[in-house]
Nanobody, 124 residues
Framework: QVQQVESGGGSVQAGGSLRLSCTAS???????MGWFRQAPGKEREGVAA????????YYADSVKGRFTISRDNAKDTLYLQMNSLKPEDSAMYYC??????????????????WGQGTQVTVSS
């Protein structure tokens, strides 16, 4: 079956760190992998994306210098290391996969597979 499962979310104090993981199976682990997040009442936004060859195509301006995206192709696993967390980082985080086009466009519609999401809550 095609599946992506995120883990590593939780509740932390501002300034803390979390590491999110997404393990894919079937065809879910794609040439382009990305992390998105969505807070209540807000649109889902792209956080970071990485190609199969390890090239990082983007980081959202709000997370640059604090978050690091990486992937281990041998394990079909995507990671997001989040440091210096802020309350505004609180959201449901989703991993997504798609073809090369997804990393070029960054558009949600170009990511064909999505995980169930993992909640990140950062308190002041």
């Amino acid at each position: 079956q095609v599946q992506q499962v995120e883990s590593g979310g939780g509740s932390v104090q501002a300034g803390g760190s979390l590491r999110l993981s997404c393990t894919a199976s079937g065809y879910a682990y794609g040439n382009c992998m990305g992390w998105f997040r969505q807070a209540p009442g807000k649109e889902r936004e792209g956080v970071a994306a990485i190609r199969h060859d390890g090239d990082i195509t983007y980081y959202a301006d709000s997370v640059k210098g604090r978050f690091t995206i990486s992937r281990d192709n041998a394990k079909d696993t995507l990671y997001l290391q989040m440091n210096s967390l802020k309350p505004e980082d609180s959201a449901m985080y989703y991993c997504a996969s798609g073809a090369w086009r997804a990393c070029r466009s960054g558009a949600r519609a170009d990511f064909g597979y999505w995980g169930q999401g993992t909640q990140v809550t950062v308190s002041s």
